[in-house]
């Protein structure tokens, strides 16, 4: 997009040219690339700055004046136009231009969207409102059932636990006695083997202490035959 300005390089009004150079000095300052067209030296110039300014932009006589500002071939505006969107920080807006990131023109553009895209955000959040039953019915319907079914599960392990220690409680009390038994049982046959070693050996004892005897009356008799011989 080329903006052009429509000057009249050889003009006497020292206001028109003081207006010129407001809105060639302002475009510079901003780095708005531009092209001057002379009026005053070029009549085609002239004659097509008169036939794009609309008619309700013309002054009475029906002849507009320099400064003329076009962006391609759509009218911006005059010089008084330009002022206004000067003072409010608008001239990009007033040519037709994106104002560059980090200028007034573009925080103030980020702003008015934010405000309105807000609005409409809230509009359609009110539009848009379910009640959280609705929206969480299906959702807690299937957190609760899982719930249930955990706790379910979790009855059924305790019981079972429970009926296993309790199993396991008869089992170790059917074996205790039996351990019991058993070990009253060793102790009675070793009560019965000892007795009977006792008994064996005082049998062993008389029958010895018996032996003895014999043999000492063995020897008296012979003992008593050799005297008598």
């Known amino acids: 997009m080329v903006i052009k300005v429509f000057l009249a390089s050889s003009s006497g009004s020292t206001a028109i040219k003081k207006k010129q150079q407001d809105v060639v000095g302002f475009l510079e300052a901003l780095k708005v690339d531009y092209t001057p067209l002379d009026i005053a030296c070029n009549e085609d110039n002239r004659m097509w700055m008169r036939q794009n300014v609309p008619e309700d932009k013309k002054p009475a006589n029906g002849i507009p004046l320099p400064p003329q500002i076009f962006n391609e071939e759509s009218y911006c505006g005059d010089y008084d136009t330009f002022f206004d969107a000067k003072e409010d920080n608008l001239v990009y807006t007033f040519l037709g231009l994106p104002p560059p990131p980090g200028s007034k023109e573009a925080e103030q553009a980020d702003k008015d969207n934010i405000v309105e895209n807000g ?87 008389e029958q010895e202490e018996e032996d003895l005897q014999s043999e000492e009356e063995e020897e008296l008799r012979q003992l008593e035959e050799e005297e008598a011989e």
């Open 119 to 205: 609005t409409h955000a809230e509009e359609n959040l009110d539009d848009t409102i379910v009640p959280v039953e609705d929206r969480n019915g299906d959702s807690n319907k299937e957190v609760k059932q899982a719930t249930d079914e955990n706790e379910e599960g979790e009855g059924d392990e305790e019981e079972q636990e429970g009926a296993a220690k309790e199993e396991t409680a008869e089992t170790v009390g059917d074996e205790a006695p039996t351990v019991k038994e058993e070990e009253e049982a060793a102790v009675e046959e070793t009560d019965e083997v000892t007795e009977d070693t006792e008994g064996q050996a005082e049998e062993e004892e």
